[in-house]
């Protein structure tokens, strides 16, 4: 990457760039403010509002610990209301934008980067990573950040402060995806082979951030463990590679809906995949031959450094690791691939065509991402649970009732209304904690400052059983799966109620058909006394029927 870096005005003196940031963010502010979904409570103080809640997201979690940390201390300043715990993600989403120009303007020209920042402002996954409160935007901000800096390093302007901001960024990239680390031996090998004097600098920076990230993951291991897969996750495979940058990247999964139908049909979109592809392969050439000086040839080198790693995991027995968004780091180098393979025409006429084919077909897939808010695109669709709460809340009854659902993960109800309470939460999961504490005791004794720590932890745990007390006794509304309690077949001691609430959502897995919302409904024995929508989701109030009211309705049915 010895790339000469350009000279040119900053952003903020820039006008057209201000303008491009200005619609990318009446773009990003277009459903902005709606209800938080499961993940994103990961991130707020439901899950680590506590020091004990922090603690056992960094154990058990599945993603790297900094984003945590980061926002927990976010959260207690700021709060996690949908604005502010959004915020981060917004505000990194707009300047990468701004970092893409500029790394894109040093490997190709300023048309070529002004075609890659207009397609990032108008790409439907960038939109989406940008509203949401996780850490993906802030991660692709911090990788464009870090090669940014690295284009500085080998271009001669070695000085402190891009070395520092260069080995921070980097941090902050490892530290928030797990995969990045791949880029800890990329980046050496691209300053071994331009010969550069930083090379040392920047072995030593991969060098010491494997330590660190050895050094967090082996005590996780130990006192807890490594998640090394999940039931969202699958292998990467080369249809998916395909899928990934032609259907996901390009087209922002706009035209194929999961579960949906086509709102074109099924020509249209293989033929706008294909447009893609030759646009891509287009893009690839020239940055091989007509760009090779600026060295451009290294966005190809560092667009499929992810992807290729993702490949080899399945080789390695390792099937359940990819989902879309473990690979969203690569989307900056394919849209400058992309834009080299519209705007790098010599002529004018040409050049003109090409960029506005390619903003012809980049629009129309905002359009259908805008226009398919409720179907599943880039993600799942927001279920609306801020509504459904608010429904629930102002037509329950007095004291406790149940509400039971086919979804896994209904955690946002809690989220919005703090007197409703997950019952599997509520049965307590202190068990993980109690044996990492022992341990710690073990290692670091019972007397001193080891047992000054080990106090210190005790005391939180008591500190956050009590306010879980609290939370019992304030509770409203026990939320069970169908999994957890099966409502026409309650365990012992467990009392019927005369009327509970039912929750399901569109876009789900199907669970075991004897744990559905369908059969609640389906049953003689019970009624439904109230149904409302809400986008996605549905709720239901259920009434049980005398025994020979149920009975002529099994007859009734049964005719």
Not at 2 to 14: E, G, H, I, R, V
Not at 237 to 242: D, I, K
Not at 375 to 392: C, V
Request: net charge positive.
């Amino acid at each position: 990457m010895t790339s000469t870096p350009q000279t040119s005005a900053p952003w903020w003196k820039n006008p057209p760039l201000l303008g491009l940031l200005a619609l990318a963010l009446c773009l990003r502010l277009v459903g902005y403010g709606e209800s938080v979904w499961f993940d994103e409570l990961f991130t707020s103080k439901l899950r680590i509002g506590d020091p004990i809640l922090l603690a056992k997201t960094l154990a058990n979690d599945i993603h790297p610990p900094l984003y945590f940390v980061f926002i927990y201390a976010w959260n207690a300043v700021f709060g996690d209301g949908e604005i502010w715990l959004r915020l981060p993600a917004l505000i990194a989403g707009l300047a990468s934008i701004v970092v893409l120009f500029r790394l894109a303007e040093n490997w190709t020209d300023r048309r070529v980067a002004w075609v890659a920042a207009g397609m990032m402002a108008l790409s439907p996954v960038h939109i989406w990573y940008s509203q949401e409160g996780r850490p993906y935007s802030l991660n692709l901000l911090l990788m464009l950040v870090t090669l940014l800096a690295f284009q500085k390093l080998m271009g001669g302007e070695a000085t402190r402060r891009w070395r520092w901001t260069y080995a921070l960024c980097l941090f902050g990239v490892v530290f928030t995806h797990y995969y990045m680390a791949t880029f800890l031996f990329v980046l050496p090998v691209l300053a071994r082979f331009a010969r550069s004097t930083e090379f040392k600098r920047i072995a030593i920076t991969s060098g010491v951030l494997l330590f660190l990230l050895a050094v967090y993951i082996v005590p996780k291991a130990y006192f807890s463990s490594v998640p090394t897969g999940s039931q969202h996750l699958r292998a990467f495979t080369l249809p998916e590679a395909w899928k990934l940058l032609f259907n996901w990247f390009w087209l922002g999964n706009t035209l194929t809906p999961k579960g949906g139908t086509p709102l074109f049909g099924t020509f249209l979109p293989i033929a706008l995949q294909l447009a893609g592809a030759l646009a891509f392969l287009r893009g690839a050439y020239v940055l091989l031959t007509r760009f090779a000086k600026g060295n451009a040839w290294q966005v190809l080198l560092l667009l499929v450094t992810l992807p290729a790693f993702l490949f080899l995991l399945p080789l390695l027995g390792r099937d359940a690791t990819y989902i879309e968004r473990s690979a969203l780091p690569s989307l900056p180098f394919f849209l400058i691939v992309m834009a080299t393979g519209f705007a790098s025409f010599r002529n004018a006429i040409p050049m003109r065509r090409g960029v506005a084919i390619g903003g012809l077909i980049g629009v129309f897939a905002l359009a259908s991402y805008f226009a398919q808010r409720d179907e599943w695109t880039i993600y799942k669709p927001n279920p609306g649970w801020r509504e459904a709460t608010a429904y629930i809340k102002q037509h329950k009854g007095p004291g406790v009732e149940r509400l039971y659902t086919e979804y896994m993960t209904p955690s946002a109800l809690t989220y919005y209304e703090t007197t409703f309470r997950e019952a599997k939460v509520l049965a307590g999961n202190d068990d993980k904690i109690e044996r990492a504490i022992s341990r710690l005791e073990g290692m670091l004794g019972t007397e001193g400052l080891g047992g000054a720590i080990t106090g210190f932890a005790r005391g939180l745990i008591e500190d956050f059983q009590k306010k879980s007390e609290e939370y019992r006794r304030n509770m409203t509304l026990e939320i069970h799966g169908t999994d957890y309690q099966d409502p026409l077949n309650l365990p012992e001691g467990v009392e019927p109620a005369p009327e509970f609430w039912g929750l399901r959502l569109r876009h789900e897995p199907q669970p075991d058909p004897k744990k559905t919302m369908q059969r609640l409904i389906d049953d003689p024995s019970l009624e439904v006394i109230d149904h409302q929508k809400f986008r996605v989701m549905e709720v239901f109030r259920f009434r049980r029927v005398a025994s020979e009211e149920s009975t002529r309705r099994s007859v009734a049915s049964e005719e």
